[in-house]
């Protein structure tokens, strides 16, 4: 969605909007959060919405096996997966 139309809903009232407190946020996520939120400038309650958004979008994607991408073990296991394999299957 582009900023405008963005704005245009959020300024017409198209999106419901509620107050609400939240328990448990790590303090300097959200003042890197808000910090944020007005480098855009962006009201945080939208910059809010719009990060849960995001985040819901992002966990309905279908994710496929070719997406996966390898990370590193740590020193020690570069022959794990031989190491694996040899006890799976002698």
Do not use: C
């Amino acid at each position: 969605m582009n900023k405008q139309f963005e704005s245009y809903l959020y300024k017409s009232h198209l999106y419901d909007i509620m107050q609400l407190s939240v328990r448990d946020v790590d303090e300097n996520v959200f003042r890197a959060f808000k910090a944020k939120a007005v480098e855009e400038n962006l009201p945080v309650g939208r910059a809010v919405s719009l990060a849960l958004k995001h985040w819901l979008d992002e966990s309905k994607k279908k994710k496929s096996f070719l997406e996966l991408k390898p990370w590193n073990w740590g020193k020690g296991t570069e022959q794990l997966s031989s190491q694996i394999d040899e006890v799976l299957y002698g």
